[in-house]
């Protein structure tokens, strides 16, 4: 669901960006796709600013027009273990961003999560449907967008799924390596979502801030849909590899955080807001799989 606050329409290279989370496989194609625009943009790693500790993030958020948050503990497994960890960078750290940005008079810009939903779904997830998180790494998530809405009116919640790109370990590079070493592989088919570029997602993200879209939340996912043995197959043909791939369900691979079955989102909001979602995820992919791959 969409709130009332705007901002004005501006290119982005008449704004100042900060990115938190810089060194990141989203962040740092971020960092790149700004400063092609030649925007101002600050990129900040986890070394240069501890997201948890408010002081220091009010500081550095002083003077910026828009504060993207890329930084997350994003290691869905050891989250279990782990979640009050988890809760500090995933839900405090956006607290205290969202503070600041809105004490700098800055937009900001969260990137979240289909882990945020059940996957119990059968049709894609509207932006305003209940959360369901039944993850810690879905919980901590969460909890940093109740945050984000409870302290940054001028936001938007950017959730994405199944992230991959050239800047970080990713799905189609592993399934690549793996196809190149092993006679046989076995992939999960029945977990369904959308691949998603992180060149694709960091465009969106500029294009909504250019916009001066309504504040509020956003599905940042390519459209279309497909199961992790179905992008395996399309990584393995673009990788010319003839490997033999076949199905199995998640029963096989038993992990210590529940993955959703299905990962579908919507794109309503953006349509509405007069911004085009990113295309389809096979077409995606095809224009991304020489940059991933090499």
């Known amino acids: 669901m969409t709130e009332t606050t705007t901002a004005p329409p501006a290119t982005s290279a008449s704004r100042r960006w900060l990115v938190v989370g810089a060194t990141g496989m989203l ?21 240069d600013l501890d997201v948890t500790d408010a002081d220091a993030v009010l500081a550095a958020a002083r ?43 800055a937009r900001l810009v969260q990137v979240s999560t289909d882990y945020v939903f059940d996957g119990a779904a059968t049709a894609p997830y509207d932006e305003d449907a209940p959360l369901a998180p039944v993850s810690a790494y879905g919980r ?11 302290e940054a009116p001028d936001h938007l919640i950017v959730r994405t799924a199944w992230l991959y790109g050239a800047h970080g370990g990713c799905f189609p590079r592993t399934m ?14 029945d977990q369904v979502g959308q691949p998603t570029w992180t060149r694709d997602l960091t465009d969106l ?36 590899l003839d490997t033999p791939l076949e199905p199995t369900t998640s ?32 077409e995606r992919w095809d224009a991304a799989a020489a940059e991933v791959l090499a």
Not at 224 to 235: D, E, I, L, P, Y
Request: proline fraction near 3%; avoid cysteine.
């Open 205 to 240: 993200i500029a294009r909504l801030v250019e916009a001066g879209v309504p504040a509020g939340t956003y599905h940042g996912t390519a459209s279309g849909r497909t199961s992790w043995f179905g992008f395996a197959r399309r990584v393995l043909a673009s990788a010319s």
């Open 140 to 150: 901590t998530k969460a909890a940093g967008e109740w945050a984000v809405r409870a």
């Open 251 to 282: 029963d096989a691979f038993v992990r210590p955080a529940p993955r959703p079955a299905f990962s579908v989102l919507g794109h309503d909001a953006l349509r509405a807001a007069g911004v085009e979602p990113i295309g389809d995820w096979a």
């Open 63 to 105: 003077g910026f027009d828009v504060v993207v948050n890329a930084a997350a503990w994003t290691a869905v497994d050891d989250a279990e273990a782990h979640e009050a960890e988890a809760f500090r960078v995933n839900a405090t750290g956006a607290a205290n961003l969202a503070r600041a940005a809105h004490a700098a008079g």
């Open 176 to 189: 690549a390596r793996l196809g190149a070493e092993k006679d046989r592989l076995a992939v999960v088919d």
């Open 27 to 47: 962040g740092t194609d971020l960092l790149a796709r700004l400063g092609d625009a030649g925007a101002d943009v600050v990129g900040l790693r986890r070394a």
